[in-house]
């Protein structure tokens, strides 16, 4: 039996990137995923590659369930109707994984805090931090029924060093605060709460901008010490795997890390230790 049979997990921002690999690696693994974002396979928002449908394709090509469900998360209402879908067609929810980051949509610019845009509060605080808050607004009550469960929020974190721009470090503080908090209110409830920092992934936004691809990445200098986002994706399916994930509620934790006590690697069969800055 495969590790997360018969649980259901919900997959924030899985169109590409991290939460598309995290959510292939719980698909794998036997969950039900639920994957949310706003593209669609022929309706897309930007300009980016890759839609909910896309990822869900790939679940079910390796023999996995998953289910696209179309949601906004910085409206409420959206975020409110997925999560009742997910209670009225399975009548649980076992893992939550809020990924969900509108910041790609401005860019993470460089500069003094003084010199950038107020937008970036709204890319990174509205469509990222407040997305992923009411998630789990509207999750933790469902989450509750359960014996045990587990929110996890991607982050970035290097031992409380500065990230070098403002917003962007603010706001990734702020979801490791927010699961540190909920690990506290969920304690009674057996819910573990977790902070998973990735190191500098192989998103296809990035191979993007390197101008590579997957199969020629390892010509590229700046990417020699990459991972791809499936590497996260094993972690956080052996954090759910694990049944005293609760050691851990309320910590932050490296992927490079999780890799080391899990014992797993990248899909190439890599190492990649813990990233520094």
């Known amino acids: 039996m495969k590790q997360l049979t018969g649980k259901v997990a919900l997959v924030t921002g899985g169109s590409r990137g991290a939460g598309r690999g995290i959510a292939i690696e719980l698909g794998k693994a036997g969950a039900t995923v639920y994957v949310t974002g706003r593209s669609t396979r022929g309706r897309a928002t930007n300009q980016w590659p890759g839609s909910i449908d896309d990822t869900v394709s790939e679940i079910e090509a390796s023999g996995g369930k998953a ?92 031992h409380d060093k500065y990230t070098g721009q403002f917003y962007y470090d603010l706001a990734k503080n702020a979801l490791i605060r927010m699961a540190y908090g909920l690990s506290l209110e969920l304690k009674a409830d057996n819910i573990a709460v977790v902070a998973v920092s990735p190191g500098f992934m192989r998103t296809e936004l990035v191979l993007q901008h390197f101008r590579t691809d997957e199969a020629h990445w390892q010509e590229v200098k700046e990417l020699q010490t990459s991972e791809t986002p499936y590497y996260i994706g094993r972690g956080i399916k052996a954090l759910a795997a694990d049944r005293n994930v609760m050691k851990k509620s309320g910590q932050v934790v490296k992927v490079g890390d999780l890799a080391k006590e899990y014992q797993f690697t990248d899909i190439d069969g890599r190492y990649i230790p813990p990233f520094i800055l």
């Open 67 to 158: 289910i696209a469900l179309r949601c906004d998360h910085t409206n409420d209402a959206e975020t409110e109707a997925a999560i009742a879908q997910i209670r009225r067609e399975q009548g649980k929810l076992d893992i939550v994984v809020n990924n969900v980051w509108g910041a790609h949509d401005l860019g993470v610019e460089p500069g003094a805090f003084w010199e950038l845009p107020l937008k970036h509060w709204d890319t990174m605080f509205t469509a990222g931090v407040r997305a992923q808050l009411a998630t789990n607004h509207f999750a933790v009550p469902l989450l509750r029924e359960n014996k045990q469960a587990l929110i996890v929020h991607t982050t970035f974190w290097d």
